[in-house]
Each structure stands twice: as structure tokens, then as C-alpha cells.
């Protein structure tokens, strides 16, 4: 090929417009400046009270007129048998390690049917398993048996069967005294759940979390130009001048100043009024 001869490369570089510009920004992270944010959430505070009261006022409803209430009985059991003494580090070891086998045992698959057939029961001993909580207070050989139900009578009567059945069940498989039995749960007299402050603070929360990502999301995505922050951030350009925004009483008073000051204008007024 001759040396005089040359050959033009098609350009495939993007266009520097500010079209481009600005796409190329957008394409880049989006970083949140927090200065912004606050007074985007401050001009928009009657929004974010209004969410918050209607989470809140949601989550108290539901929690007072369609939850159903629940009610939890407590029976205690002694995890040691009258024939066990305490004389040694080794004996307390031993009560701890027969704690975690009792809460097994309590529990177990036996003990759930036994509860079931005696009580005439509808369901199956895994949902009784559900309703059964059992709680080992620090530094003691008591075992809490408690019985979570919808109806106070009915949460005392299993909470009472479970340590009845549970303390025949470990005597038979440990070979041993069944486990005293201390305490009897009672009927309860205040209700377990819904917990309606906690639930009506979580809905609030959350309905202000809500409100605040919408708000946020609104700023991110708002491309409007707003100020000369705006240009430069957009399009990578400085600004060379703006013009101040005027006001209605400012234009008003100006256009009098005008008038009072240009007589030309004044004598066509007049000449006008007087042609009328």
C-alpha cells in the first residue's frame, strides 16, 4: 500500500455530549449523599408521621381484634430422684446431665400420646409437642413443663397431664422413683399473647422503614435538575452562570419602580385615559 495513502478508522469512542455524560454517571455507583437525604425525609415528614401512625394503628388492630389469645400453664418437676444425693462436683455434673435427658423424655412421643388418649384429644402429638415448653432455671434441678393454649382451662389440664404422664414415663425408663412432682400448673388469669405493644411498635417500624426507602428510592431516581450541584454531578460540566429565581413581590415592586421612572410610559397611560 503507498505511504501516501491512508485509511480512516471508523470512530467507536461514545460521543462526548451531555446526553452521554449523563448516562455514564448513572451507569456508575450510586452513592446517597446524606445531607440530601435528611432534608428530602424533612420535607416529606408529614408522609413518614401519617405511615407511622397507620402501621402502628394496623399492627394494634390486628393484634386486638383478630389474633386469637393465648394462655400459658406451668407445672414444676424435681429432676432428681429422693434416692440421689449431692455430696460431689461429680453428683451436681450427674443432676445436669439427667436435666437434658428429662427434657428429651418429657417430650418424646410417648408421653405426647399418653397426654392425648387420656384427655380425648383431636390432634397428634406433634402439634401437642408445639405447645409444650420446658425451661430449666440456672443453678437448679427444677424443670418448668409450660403449656401453651388458646383456652386457660385447657392449658392448665395438659401442663397437669404432661408431668403426670412424663413423671410415670422416666421412673419406667430409668428404673427409679418417678420424679417428684412440685408443683401443679394454674389456671392462668392473664393472657400470653399477642403481645399488642410489641406488635404495634414492630408494625410502626416497619411502615416507617417503608415510608423511608420509598422517599430514598424517589431522590435516587428523581433526574430532575434542581440546582448547579445537579449539572455538575450529571454532566461533568461547569457552571458558568445562573439566573437568581424572582419572586411575585419582587417583579411587582420592580415593574412600579419602572413605571415611576419612564414618563414615555406615563403619558401613554394618560393619553389612553383620555382618548376613553
Excluded: C, W
Aim: net charge positive.
Amino acid at each position: 500500500m503507498p505511504d501516501n495513502l491512508k485509511t480512516s478508522q471508523p470512530n467507536t469512542s461514545a460521543p462526548n455530549t451531555p446526553a452521554a455524560n449523563k448516562r455514564n454517571v448513572q451507569n456508575d455507583v450510586i452513592t446517597i449523599d446524606l445531607v440530601q437525604l435528611f432534608y428530602e425525609l424533612r420535607r416529606h415528614i408529614a408522609l413518614l408521621i401519617l405511615t407511622t401512625i397507620i402501621g402502628g394503628g394496623l399492627g394494634f388492630a390486628i393484634s386486638r381484634f383478630v389474633l386469637t389469645p393465648t394462655y400459658t400453664s406451668t407445672s414444676m418437676i424435681y429432676v432428681m430422684s429422693k434416692e440421689t444425693t449431692l455430696t460431689s462436683l461429680a453428683d451436681l455434673q450427674i443432676g445436669s446431665q439427667l436435666t437434658q435427658d428429662y427434657k428429651v423424655l418429657v417430650t418424646s412421643r410417648t408421653v405426647m400420646e399418653d397426654v392425648i388418649q387420656k384427655l380425648g384429644l383431636k390432634y397428634d402429638y406433634a402439634t401437642l409437642r408445639k405447645k409444650v415448653t420446658l425451661d430449666n432455671p440456672s443453678n437448679t434441678r427444677i424443670l418448668n413443663i409450660s403449656v401453651l393454649d388458646t383456652d386457660p382451662k385447657m392449658a392448665k389440664q395438659l401442663t397437669d397431664a404432661v408431668a403426670d404422664s412424663a413423671s410415670s414415663y422416666i421412673a419406667d425408663i430409668m428404673e427409679q422413683d418417678p420424679p417428684k412432682i412440685i408443683e401443679y400448673g394454674e389456671i392462668p388469669l392473664h393472657k400470653t399473647g399477642p403481645k399488642t405493644g410489641r406488635n404495634t411498635a414492630i408494625a410502626a417500624l416497619l411502615f416507617l422503614m417503608a415510608a423511608v426507602a420509598f422517599v430514598t428510592i424517589d431522590m435516587l431516581t428523581n433526574d430532575t435538575i434542581k440546582t448547579e450541584d445537579d449539572i455538575e454531578n450529571y454532566f461533568g460540566l461547569p457552571v458558568l452562570a445562573a439566573i437568581p429565581e424572582k419572586d411575585a413581590a419582587a417583579a411587582k415592586k420592580s415593574e412600579q419602580y419602572n413605571y415611576a421612572a419612564n414618563p414615555k410610559s406615563r403619558n401613554r397611560n394618560v393619553k389612553k385615559g383620555a382618548k376613553r
